[in-house]
């Protein structure tokens, strides 16, 4: 669909067309309906970078099966779960905002963004086993993950899976959890499907092919200069407020606005690919999302796993994510100058000190780079011994730019917004779990810069993201988290995908 409609005295200004610029205007546009609302997108459709169904996961995090959310045991042996669990609330809000949305008709078919996918933890040799036994002790505590299944047993494994047994050492110790609640989601068909709506709002505006090249403070706001690609022509909106959600460019335009809170950060782009099987006798095997344990250097994107998803109506088996080293910061519109380019006298030092600290990482992103197809179908076989390297193709995963800080380094987890002191911007630097707590996220921008919204509108909010007013981690409300989460997943047409 084809977009290119721009209005005159918006409210707000939203930076890219990926699911957390569509997120936030259509929560903004809910909440408050005279709300006017521009957004610029570089390319010419929603979700044409890091939101595309290639270039993510496409895992619903929830921290079900992520080991990377509970990484290590105690001294005592047990896994503190939190992490998890905070993850899990987070994704919460954005199924029960999906639900709404599905039921308001700000989104279409459920089944076209989201489906039941069990989320399986996978791992071999008995170091990890006595860990994944912990782990799902740990889990089954809290009434987030009352469902969750463990084994040692192959033939029980095998039935979750059977790629994950067969042809395996029958010596050699494996183990798994199964939560049947997990779920394969399509981003950027959310992306789109919201970015459609709000250009059909009266005193919205979307358009496509627009670059910002320019920003400038003015007395009462910002002052963009938009440069339109298909004709060359270069346009100015000014606007109260703007939010940067433009994946990997977002650094380039926190550091053009010129905030005070923009100094010191850098980026760390990191490149991604998958390998993919189409073949349906292989695909009809795997019904999972399975994530195993990450390589100790290995950022937090590049957890490898084998998922079981649809795109676009295509099944597929994906296996990776694999790293590499690159210097753009998007991957269909960057440019190998993005990351030198990025250097700043506020950020060198840090960028330096961050890459001499990180020198493992460094190789890691090389090394994994040079990888052969089949170097990385062997890789593959810890999930699936008897995979063959002529049924798998190599296929491009986008590119993610790590946020890196003067005081933590690379920051592997967490998203990052900065928000300047008069709270007229707004940027987003994504990392791990992104697009799945983008509801979570979005709110929080609006906590941060519009907070008299939330209060004028707490009973939509209130509709909207019930458990963004009721504490649903509280055991004492575990019973209204099953009712929201139950009345959430019967609006998605989400019924859990039994062994």
């Known amino acids: 669909m084809s977009y290119n409609t721009v209005i005159d005295k918006p409210d707000v200004v939203l930076v890219g067309a990926g699911v957390m610029s569509a997120t936030l205007g259509a929560l903004l546009r809910r909440l408050d309906p005279t709300k006017r609302i521009q957004l610029f997108e570089v390319a010419d459709r929603a979700a044409a970078e890091s939101s595309n169904g290639w270039n993510n996961a496409g895992t619903g995090h929830a921290g079900l099966c992520e080991l990377s959310y509970t990484p290590h045991a105690e001294a005592d042996g047990t896994v503190d779960v939190s992490n998890a669990a905070k993850i899990f609330e987070q994704f919460e809000q954005s199924r029960q905002f999906w639900a709404y949305c599905v ?10 963004f989201v489906r039941p996918v069990p989320h399986v933890s996978f791992v071999h040799g008995q170091e990890q086993v006595d860990f994944l036994r912990a782990r799902a002790d740990g889990m089954r505590a809290h009434h987030f993950f009352s469902s969750i299944e463990y084994s040692e047993d192959r033939e029980k494994i095998a039935e979750w899976s059977p790629l994950l047994v067969d042809g395996r050492d029958p010596a050699q110790p494996v183990a798994a ?3 049947p609640e997990g779920t394969d989601v399509n981003f950027g068909a959310i992306s789109a499907g919201l970015v459609e709506w709000l250009s059909k709002q009266e005193g919205c505006g979307v358009a496509m092919s627009r670059k910002v090249d320019g920003l400038e403070r003015t007395a009462t706001g910002w002052k963009l200069r938009v440069k339109n690609l298909g004709d060359g022509s270069t346009s100015v909106t000014e606007t109260p ?41 292989i695909v009809e095997k795997h019904h999972a999302k399975v994530y195993g344990q990450a390589q100790a250097e ?10 079981k998803r649809v795109i676009d109506g295509k099944e597929a088996l994906l296996f990776g994510p694999f790293a590499a080293w690159t210097t753009k910061f998007l991957h269909n519109h960057g440019s190998v100058t993005d990351l030198p380019f990025s250097v ?14 990180n020198l493992p990482l460094v190789k890691y992103l090389v090394k994994e780079g040079l990888q052969s197809k089949a170097s990385r ?23 993610r730019v790590q946020a890196i800080k003067d005081t933590a ?3 592997h987890y967490g998203t990052e917004v900065i928000t300047d002191a008069d709270r007229s911007i707004s ?5 791990s779990p992104g697009a799945s707590v983008s509801v979570s996220v979005m709110l929080d921008v609006i906590r941060t810069s519009m907070p008299e919204l939330l209060e004028s509108s707490a009973a939509e909010l209130a509709r909207a993201v019930p458990s963004a007013v009721v504490d649903i981690t509280d055991p004492a409300n575990a019973e209204t988290f099953r009712e929201l989460s139950a009345a959430a997943s019967e609006k998605l047409q989400l019924t859990p995908v039994m062994a």
């Open 377 to 399: 179908v062997s890789l593959l076989r810890g999930f699936y011994p008897e995979a063959r390297d002529e049924d798998w193709e190599v296929v491009d995963a986008g590119i």
């Open 409 to 411: 380094g690379i920051v």
């Open 177 to 179: 959890t199964r939560i």
């Open 344 to 357: 700043r006298p506020d950020n060198a030092v840090t960028l330096v000190k961050t890459g001499l600290y």
């Open 298 to 307: 290995a950022p937090t994107m590049a957890v490898p796993h084998l998922d």
């Open 427 to 431: 940027a987003l630097l994504g990392a």
């Open 241 to 281: 407020y703007v939010f940067v959600g433009a994946g990997g460019a977002s650094l380039t335009l926190l550091q053009m606005s010129g905030i005070d809170e923009a100094r010191g950060y850098g980026g760390f782009p990191v490149g991604g690919q998958w390998i993919v099987c189409d073949k349906p006798e």
């Open 103 to 112: 039921e308001h008709g700000l989104l279409e078919d459920p089944a076209a």
